[in-house]
């Protein structure tokens, strides 16, 4: 695909999403067939919700204060397919442009998605940081998770809305979340 000049100059040769110069292309963003500058993996990402890596987005952080309103969509439409409502809440769209944004989320199918919650019933996402509410023992690894002990970036696991991973002394664990408190 030939990339048009306008657009290269407007993103100074590097993705408008996460600011990579490998592997460039335009990407159409819908319905109004503007388009951004993205690397090849936020294409990939972007096309293949099934292949989205939620660290890989932490770029959104800065691209969605960007001054194109085609970037500021793509961020709030990767943000509301992961959940980040955090930084959702922190981005502002003018009427016609959340329109839209929304114009292009995916429908809601699964009205009985799986919740992860903590003790406390607030709901946890995939990067956030718990922190252990309970000594535990971790079968098989020797040692036990200390109560007060913060498991950063953990993972949700799919099929279980009871249980998330995350590492505690270098070991990739799965822990239950009724002992773990969102911090």
């Given at each position: 695909?030939?990339?048009?000049?306008?657009?290269?100059?407007?993103?100074?040769?590097?993705?408008?999403?996460?600011?990579?110069?490998?592997?460039?292309?335009?990407?159409?963003?819908?319905?109004?067939?503007e388009?951004?500058?993205?690397?090849?993996?936020?294409?990939?990402?972007?096309?293949?919700?099934?292949?989205?890596?939620?660290?890989h987005?932490?770029?959104?952080?800065?691209?969605?204060?960007?001054?194109?309103?085609?970037?500021?969509?793509?961020?709030?439409?990767?943000?509301?397919i992961?959940?980040?409502?955090?930084?959702?809440?922190?981005?502002?769209?003018?009427?016609?442009?959340?329109?839209?944004?929304?114009?292009?989320?995916?429908?809601?199918?699964?009205?009985?998605?799986?919740?992860?919650?903590?003790?406390?019933g607030?709901?946890?996402?995939?990067?956030?940081?718990?922190?252990?509410?309970?000594?535990?023992?971790?079968?098989?690894?020797?040692?036990?998770?200390?109560?007060?002990?913060?498991?950063?970036?953990?993972?949700?696991?799919?099929?279980?809305?009871?249980?998330?991973?995350?590492?505690?002394?270098?070991?990739?664990?799965?822990?239950?979340?009724?002992?773990?408190?969102?911090?």
């Amino acid at each position: 695909m030939d990339i048009n000049q306008k657009l290269l100059d407007r993103s100074t040769n590097k993705c408008e999403l996460c600011g990579s110069s490998e592997d460039l292309s335009a990407y159409t963003v819908a319905p109004k067939d503007e388009e951004i500058l993205v690397c090849g993996t936020c294409k990939e990402q972007l096309e293949d919700n099934d292949k989205i890596d939620e660290n890989h987005w932490h770029c959104l952080n800065d691209s969605m204060w960007s001054e194109i309103d085609a970037v500021k969509v793509v961020a709030y439409r990767m943000l509301s397919i992961m959940k980040n409502q955090d930084l959702l809440d922190m981005l502002y769209l003018e009427d016609d442009v959340k329109e839209w944004a929304d114009a292009g989320l995916p429908e809601e199918s699964d009205e009985n998605a799986l919740v992860h919650r903590d003790s406390n019933g607030v709901i946890l996402n995939a990067g956030d940081t718990v922190v252990i509410i309970k000594d535990l023992p971790v079968k098989g690894a020797g040692f036990t998770a200390k109560q007060g002990t913060a498991v950063r970036n953990i993972s949700l696991v799919h099929d279980d809305e009871t249980h998330i991973e995350g590492r505690v002394n270098g070991v990739k664990i799965h822990l239950k979340t009724c002992f773990l408190k969102k911090s």
